[in-house]
């Protein structure tokens, strides 16, 4: 009724108005139409408040790009007590993580930075401290995989090189092959250097 009278011009569509429809649009576990009014509302006030309840109905709904969006306009617009100013560091860091695949390390490593900030305040210092243990345990195996797997192709440089020094010999020793061939790809292999450290993780554009 509220949202067919503002559409009818018979009550101002106003951040007060705004609020409230989006406000009964959650109560109804209706999300998809709390958060284009809540939006609305959200950019006529000049406060953070609307943009923090945004964000976490954007998160609820696993929208993270535009979840992170509005917690940092939130934060930026501020207007937030020390709780919510906490809450919406920790939710930040929450959508940005959501948000992550597994191999966006950017992505995660700005998570981090949100969970760093939700410390300075004690309603969501633990949580914070958690989310940030479990960051670091991700990047500690990630980067064990990436040694592991430089070493397994180094190994096999090295053996390549060893067959290739065994089979120009035999070559030598045989002395009716042109062994030039084997032992340029020796050289080359050598000449290579050890095998670089490659990442899991992928540059952001």
Known sequence: MLERE???????????????????????????????????????????????????????????AKSSSALVKALNKGGLNQKKRGDAWLLLGTARFSGAKPEDCDARASARKAFVEATKYPGSSQRAREWISYIDAIKRTLDAQDRLEQQQREDERQDRIQRLKQGEQVCRLKGTEDCSKIAAQRKALVDAGPVPLRSTCKKAN
């Open 6 to 64: 503002m559409n009818a011009g018979r009550i101002k569509k106003n951040e007060k108005n705004l609020t409230l429809l989006s406000q009964l649009w959650s109560q109804s576990r209706e999300h998809k139409r709390a958060i284009p009014v809540l939006e609305q509302a959200a950019r006529l006030s000049g406060k953070g408040e609307l943009y923090y309840r945004l964000g976490q109905v954007l998160l609820a709904d696993e929208q993270y």
